[in-house]
Structures are given as C-alpha cells and as structure tokens.
C-alpha cells in the first residue's frame, strides 16, 4: 500500500483526496494544500514487475539535542503569541461590524482590562515577594512561673454561647451631673470643619473595688461586681485581638472584677482589628501604643467640646457624684453614674456601675441620656484607603463600613457599654488630623448617632451571646475556691486563660507601707 506523506495541520479534506483533481476551483487552491505538495504514490503507472513497491519505514525518527532541549520554551513561545494574534485577527474582524462610537468604546475596554490585568499581576508578583510579616505580641502583663492556668477558653466556642431573655436592668443608685448637648455640632461637615479644642476637664478611670458605692451595696445585694468598661471587655472577647487582663477577686460568695492599677485598660485602640494592624516600631506616631493615647485624648477632648459651654444649665442625678474631691468641683467633665442590677439566672445578681456623657433635649421635648464617643483617621493610606475629607460628606456609609471592619472591637464595647447604661442615643463624631504627621492638632469633620440596640443590630453584635460569654466567666470563676485570679486574653491566639495567682500579686508599694503602719 502506497503512502503519501502529510502533516497534522493538513485539513482533512485533502487527506482523502488521492487523485489530487477534487478541488480544482482556484478559490479553493490552497486551501487544502499539503505542505509536502502533491504526491504520485497513486499515480497510475502500468508495469507489469511492481518495482513501484516500496517498504514504509516505521521507525521513530530520533530528534538531535538541538530539537529536543532547550528551545521548546520558544516554540510554545511562538505558539502563544500565534495564538494572541488569532485573537486579535478575531476582535478586529469582530470590530469591523460595530460602528464608530462602539469601536471606540471596545477599544477602551480592551485596553483597561490590559491595564488592570498588568496592575493584578504585578500586584501578585510583590505580594509574593515581600509579605507583609507580623510580629508576634507581647501580652498585656508578663506570665509568671507561679501562676497555675485553671481554664483555657477559645473563642469558637465561646461565640457559640446565648443566654436569651435577660430583662431591663434596675436602677440602684444614680450619681453625678451631666451638661447639655450642643446641637450646632450636628451641622458640621468636612467644608466648614471645626478644629478640636483641648479641654482640661478631670475624668475619673475607678476601678470596681475602690468604688465606694459599691462597696456600701456589697454589703446588702448583689454578688458579681463590676464597671461596664470591664463588662464590655468581657462580653467582646471573641472580637478582641491585642492582648489584656482583667483581675478577679472572690470573697466569699461574691465575686469583684477589676482592672490592675497600672495596666493599660482604658487606652482606645486603633486599627486593632484591620488585615494589617499597625506595627510597634521604635518611636514611630503610628505605633499601637501612640496611636492608642492619641485616641483617647481625642475622645476626651471631643466628648466635652461638643456639650453647651458657659451656662449653669445641668441635669443632675439625685447623688452627687462620689469621686469628686475638695476644689475639683467645677474641673470635673460631665458625666453620670448608673449602679444597675441584673438578674443573670441561677441566684447570680449582678451589679455594675454603667456611665452617660451627656443629656440631649429630642424633638418632641423628652430628656435623652447619650453616649458620646469619637472615631480618629490617622493615615488613610494604611487605614482601608478612604481619605474622610473627600468621602465623608458623599460617602459615609462606606466610612463607617470601613471603620466596622477596621475597629470591630472598640465600637462593639462602646455599644455594650451604651445599651447596659440604657443610653437612648450613642453619638460618633468624626476626627482627623489637621496634617497627617501631627498627632497634635486634630479637627472634626462631622457627626452621626444611632440607637444603640439598632445599632447593635447592624454591627452583628448579638447581646444574647454577650450575656452568655460572661455568664460563662462568671460560672468557671463562682467554682474556685476563695483568692485572686486573672483573666488574659492570650496574645497571639484566639482564646483566654484563666490564672490563679497569689493574692499579693499587683499590690503596690503603698497599700504594703499602709498595711504595715
């Protein structure tokens, strides 16, 4: 059997076409040409010997180094770029039907997906290269060899816990007076934004046990005590990523929870919950800890600039507010002091001294206690990438979106602490820096107030599983023995401990030197 030889890229029209006279059209001339031309293996030629007969080598032709190596990366080179110009063959004859205006619309497609497609990969290329590296925490109080860990608690199944139907809580004691808010405030926006004023106002940080006031109802009711900055870092655990402790005292049947006087509890942080935190560097503005007094000196700046000033108009609790001291009268910010009692199930009471920053008059001429707190742009370029002076006043939604995702857990407490104080509005103001690299000179760029349960509602805050979190606590700590414990939320990991350590443990120099006179 003759064999005429072919080539796989040969239509197969002609391979079938052994008299070669099928297609004699001129159109069609080279359409079905072979690339090794035309064959006489069936050329009719008469003879009576068969010295036409020839043997078809089915040998595997061996290829030389130079074919088989190092240049097929070229020829799959050269196949792709035959590929991308097919392609584009394909879009031009594909434009030639489109009109002028549509040409000039897929021309611009075309080109910006090449450019975001350039964009992506290089983008890739760099994430791979240099990966942002995070640098393992150190914990909010240094572990010592003594100390026995008692309970190890994860967040996966403490996000699990509810503790459904916990009724309004009951008013014990109010204390302190508060100043009005200034409405004008409400109109400011990012074009008529007003610089933030240094206020010198006295804010009182008492920790649970040196309360007076609750010291004077443990004796009569309730057995678990608290203040509601200590609740509400207990009740967001699950959100919470940096590293800090709260001391647990049991006396008896009761139970105290504090906050160690040196610590650093009340410090606002910032970007904690951000895909890339900021990082302790050695003198930097934007370290954690810089950025954290930062916040918190806005906050206290912010919370009495916006109140009424110059007028003797107060609202003021039936008590006086039991931290004052003598002279500090007229220096103390505005504030009151709920002592509220909850009914947690199973004979636990507990008591908790829960704060209001000021009074507003509604529309329709009711009193309204809020809460007022401030959220601080420190560098939008490392901060999410919205710069608030160009998307607050347009775009708010997604700055407060930002800030969710960037803050998660400060603003889940600040909403705790509202709904346990029964706050009726809880009020944002927005701060930035007057100049990126000034931690100085702030300004404010607007505010924004939401009740706090529906607020509370669009962060994904579930009060049911904060209530079952510290109910929780509050059990494994009622099932030790008398003594002094610590509850540390573990630096790195999604989880807390719970210590038991000496009874000495964070005394200070002078409670040891009144203790021995």
């Known amino acids: 059997m003759p064999y005429q030889p072919f080539s796989k890229g040969d239509r197969i029209g002609k391979v079938s076409d052994w008299t070669g006279s099928t297609y004699q059209d001129r159109r069609y001339a080279n359409k079905y040409a072979s690339q090794y031309g035309v064959g006489s293996q069936?050329?009719?030629f008469h003879e009576e010997d068969e010295n036409s007969f020839q043997l078809v080598d089915t040998s595997k032709v061996q290829k030389?180094?130079?074919q088989r190596g190092r240049f097929n990366r070229f020829n799959q080179r050269n196949l792709r770029?035959?590929?991308?110009?097919?392609?584009?063959?394909?879009?031009?004859?594909?434009?030639?039907?489109?009109?002028?205006?549509?040409?000039?619309?897929?021309?611009?497609?075309?080109?910006?997906?090449?450019?975001?497609?350039?964009?992506l990969g290089a983008r890739q290329k760099f994430d791979q290269k240099n990966p942002i590296k995070l640098k393992s925490r150190e914990s909010s109080v240094i572990v010592r060899p003594e100390w026995q860990v008692i309970e190890e608690m994860d967040f996966p199944r403490l996000s699990k816990l509810s503790l459904p139907g916990i009724e309004e809580a009951k008013d014990v004691k109010r204390c302190g007076?508060?100043?009005?808010?200034?409405?004008?405030?409400?109109?400011?926006?990012?074009?008529?934004?007003?610089?933030?004023?240094?206020?010198?106002?006295i804010f009182h940080k008492v920790t649970t046990t040196d309360d007076p006031i609750i010291r004077q109802l443990a004796k009569t009711e309730g057995n678990v005590f608290a203040t509601d900055a200590i609740l509400a870092t207990l009740m967001c655990t699950t959100r919470s990523s940096y590293s800090w402790d709260v001391v647990v005292q049991r006396v008896g049947n009761k139970l105290f929870f504090d906050k160690r006087d040196d610590s650093e509890f009340d410090l606002l942080t910032v970007s904690e919950t951000s895909n890339e935190p900021p990082q302790d560097e050695a003198n930097s503005i934007n370290s954690p800890r810089s950025l954290a007094?930062?916040?918190?000196?806005?906050?206290?700046?912010?919370?009495?600039?916006?109140?009424?000033?110059?007028?003797?108009?107060?609202?003021?609790?039936?008590?006086?507010?039991?931290?004052?001291?003598?002279?500090?009268?007229?220096?103390?910010?505005?504030?009151?002091y709920r002592y509220r009692k909850w009914d947690l199930g199973n004979g636990i009471e507990l008591i908790a001294r829960c704060e209001h920053d000021a009074v507003m008059i509604s529309p329709n001429g009711e009193t309204q206690f809020i809460n007022i707190k401030a959220l601080n742009e420190w560098d939008s370029r490392f901060s999410g990438g919205i710069d608030w002076r160009q998307k607050l006043d347009t775009q708010?939604?997604?700055?407060l979106a930002n800030e969710l995702k960037n803050n998660s857990c400060k603003?889940?407490?600040?909403?705790?602490?509202?709904?346990?104080?029964?706050?009726?509005q809880i009020k944002f103001g927005y701060v930035s820096r007057a100049h990126v690299r000034d931690t100085s000179q702030h300004s404010i760029l607007g505010t924004q107030q939401f009740?706090?349960?529906?607020?509370?509602?669009?962060?994904?805050?579930?009060?049911?599983?904060?209530?079952g979190i510290l109910r929780c606590i509050v059990d494994i700590c009622m099932k030790q023995k008398e003594g002094k414990y610590l509850i540390m939320k573990d630096p790195n990991k999604p989880m807390i401990r719970l210590y038991d350590i000496p009874d000495n443990t964070f005394e200070t120099d002078d409670e040891d030197d009144d203790g021995d006179s």
């Open 293 to 336: 007094l930062e916040a918190t000196f806005i906050n206290h700046n912010f919370s009495q600039q916006v109140l009424k000033q110059g007028t003797d108009e107060k609202y003021e609790f039936e008590e006086k507010n039991p931290f004052i001291q003598e002279g500090e009268e007229k220096e103390v910010a505005s504030v009151g």
């Open 64 to 66: 030389n180094m130079y």
């Open 396 to 399: 708010r939604g997604a700055v």
């Open 42 to 44: 069936y050329a009719y």
């Open 411 to 424: 603003l889940a407490k600040w909403t705790i602490q509202a709904v346990l104080a029964g706050s009726d």
């Open 81 to 119: 770029r035959d590929q991308q110009r097919q392609r584009q063959q394909l879009q031009q004859a594909q434009m030639q039907i489109l009109s002028k205006t549509a040409k000039s619309r897929e021309r611009d497609r075309l080109r910006q997906v090449r450019k975001l497609q350039k964009q």
């Open 177 to 201: 007076k508060l100043d009005y808010y200034d409405r004008a405030c409400d109109r400011i926006t990012t074009k008529n934004e007003r610089r933030l004023q240094r206020v010198n106002r």
């Open 451 to 467: 009740k706090p349960h529906e607020f509370a509602t669009q962060i994904n805050l579930s009060m049911d599983n904060a209530w």
